[in-house]
């Protein structure tokens, strides 16, 4: 018995699967997911980074002295107000931002696991054939 060495060619050729119509669709939402993904990350990066300044600015204020009027920004002036109210509304924020943040995670994980599925669906229907490591 003589055994043929096949060449990548051969193997390709032998394994192919006829891409259809709804398996396009499922690689084009899967690339649509894992951009909003990245952007989604990006986005959270960002709200950790500005819950990285309350935190210091936070540190900042209780150094502070209680009868000394701090300049807080909102919008794009500033406003000299009393120490316990900007302690007050920098909380606030600290606050906000951890729920965003919080949702954005939520969300994330969410489009993880829609992408997992369709990785199961494509890579049992295509193999090795389709490359959906991100």
Do not use: C, W
Request: proline share 1%.
């Amino acid at each position: 018995m003589q055994r043929r060495m096949l060449s990548k060619e051969d193997e390709q050729a032998g394994d192919e699967v006829e891409v259809r119509r709804e398996d396009q669709d499922k690689i084009n939402k899967f690339s649509r997911l894992h951009q909003r993904e990245l952007a989604m990350e990006e986005e959270l990066r960002l709200k950790n980074k500005e819950k990285e300044e309350y935190d210091d600015l936070s540190t900042e204020l209780e150094l502070a002295d209680e009868d000394e009027k701090i300049q807080y920004k909102i919008g794009d002036a500033f406003f000299h107000i009393p120490l316990d109210q900007a302690q007050e509304m920098l909380e606030a924020a600290t606050t906000k931002i951890d729920e965003e943040a919080s949702e954005l995670e939520d969300k994330i994980g969410s489009v993880r696991e829609e992408m997992q599925q369709l990785k199961v669906e494509l890579y049992a229907r295509f193999g090795k054939q389709i490359n959906l490591e991100v």
